[in-house]
């Protein structure tokens, strides 16, 4: 992105991360509809240290787009344990995903993630 918040080019692929009901994942065949696509809201706690493997993935480049089963998927470059002013994440950070439908195991999986205030 050599500095600038500026989309890389209209035929590139650019990563949105936003909240949302149904996400296809790949810990579930990449289902598009019914309960394996639900992704509902997962709070990963201060206390599991982990608020430094988050992974900012708003507004980054990504490439390599395939399909899997039918859903489009990209390879996307995020910075991890970075806040969206660009600072660092501590560990000690509350963050939250819509990946791994609330199993704490994805917690540590480097999810794309919002931390919710640093050390709260």
Known sequence: MNGSCAPPAPSKIWSLFTTTKYIPQAINGWATT???A???????SKNLNLGDKAVNCFSFACDSQTYINGVPVATCHCAVGESFAGTA????????????????????????????GFGD
């Open 34 to 36: 019914g309960p394996g």
């Open 38 to 44: 639900l992704a509902p809201p997962q709070f990963c």
């Open 89 to 116: 994440v501590p560990a000690h950070t509350t963050f939250w995903t819509d990946a791994g439908q609330r199993d704490k195991g994805f917690c540590a999986a480097y999810p794309a993630a919002v931390p919710l």
